[in-house]
């Protein structure tokens, strides 16, 4: 889960891969495990954690520092309304991709979803909108990206030496080298994109071997989505999001608070909101506009799962985007005649032979 503050411009991060080119020649500057501030951080490891110091230096000696990270941060964020964000996830190719990807696991979505109460189509779909399902997972070493941010940007430097703490923990319950790690520009690994603090808490183990595998086992992948949708209130089989209705302005608070949890639908009606579909109970929901076309603004109620799903990633954009991928993965898995059809490439009309007299070799 790449976090939204730093999703700046999704075009960018699709680009940004570990051989990107430099903005510029790198100054000469120390190295980090020469820095007050990383051996700092050193003495803390081995005071708090256990970790051998010699061994720390040694690896903080390896660690590449990389503009091309900083350069991204420093982006100014970019924000699309629906309609421009929704092509880039919600697709043919993501369609087709998704329902082979359900067609190859198909019993070990069952059981995990089974088990967690996680419906598979939004497992499938989560998976999709993040790494393409595994395919996109990043090509930097998660200690160069953590290492580069926590040590060489002040403005998320807190945050970003806790994650690599988390960091360095988990490579060793792991019993990994922590530069066999590959990551994001931000440090989130694997088909699931966890930050090492998500790694932490919700990584599950499912076929039991020791390891959290969220790379490469696609039980432990499945299931790690699936816990950390459960431990964010996800409820089996309740609809994400109703359409809504608006009256006055006074709705315009709860488009600010959108990303908590705070009213129950009959408590909306005060602020002039309303669900335009009827609904089992009173359950507690966020109001969600979204531009789903150039000028035409649709409301809608998000729900628990619809909640769940923007603290994978705090963007209502990216929940519905994952929302209307799972439901469209869902129908095509039930009825492939749903498929978009593959085009056949195109031949190239063959070329008049010569009718020279002259020979060709
Ligand atoms: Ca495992």
Redo the contacts with the bound molecule.
């Keep these: 889960m790449i976090l939204r503050s730093l999703l700046l411009s999704l075009a960018a991060i699709a680009c940004l891969a570990d051989d990107a080119p430099l903005p510029s020649a790198p100054e000469a500057t120390p190295a980090y495990w020469e820095r007050p501030d990383v051996q700092a951080f050193i003495d803390e490891m081995a005071t708090q954690h256990g970790f051998d110091r010699a061994a720390l230096v040694q690896q903080f000696a390896q660690i590449a520092h990389k503009p091309n990270i900083l350069a991204v941060l420093d982006k100014p964020s970019t924000s699309r309304p629906y309609h421009a964000f929704r092509p880039d996830f919600v697709n043919d190719t993501r369609l087709r991709l998704g329902v082979a990807y359900w067609q190859a696991n198909a019993p070990l979505l069952q059981a995990v979803s089974d088990q967690y109460g996680v419906e598979p189509e939004y497992l499938v779909a989560i998976l999709g909108v993040e790494t393409l399902w595994g395919r996109n997972t990043g090509s930097f070493r998660v200690m160069d990206a953590l290492g580069t941010i926590a040590f060489d940007y002040p403005r998320r430097a807190d945050f970003f030496r806790k994650e690599l703490r988390e960091f360095l923990l988990l490579a060793r319950d792991e019993q990994a080298d922590p530069f066999e790690f590959k990551g994001s520009y931000a440090g989130a690994m694997g088909a699931p994109q966890f930050m090492p603090s998500s790694f932490h808490a919700y990584a599950a183990?499912?076929?039991?071997?020791?390891?959290?595998?969220i790379w490469n086992?696609q039980?432990?992948i499945l299931a790690s989505v699936a816990n950390y949708f459960v431990q964010h209130g996800w409820q089996r089989g309740e609809p994400l999001l109703v359409p809504a209705t608006v009256e006055g302005d006074g709705y315009a608070p709860l488009v600010a608070d959108k990303f908590n949890l705070h009213y129950k639908v009959s408590e909306l009606a005060a602020f002039g909101v309303r669900p335009a579909e009827p609904l089992n109970g009173d359950p507690l929901a966020v109001l969600a506009p979204l531009e789903h076309e150039p000028g035409v603004t649709r409301y809608w109620l998000g729900l628990a799962n619809f909640y769940a799903i923007t603290r994978y990633n705090r963007s209502t954009h990216y929940a519905m985007a994952v929302h209307e991928l799972a439901q469209r993965i869902k129908a095509a898995y039930h009825d492939p005649s749903l498929l978009p059809k593959v085009e056949a490439p195109k031949r190239k009309p063959a070329k008049p032979k010569k009718r020279s007299g002259k020979r060709r070799k």
């Design positions: 183990d499912w076929d039991k071997d020791g390891r959290h595998d086992n039980g432990d």
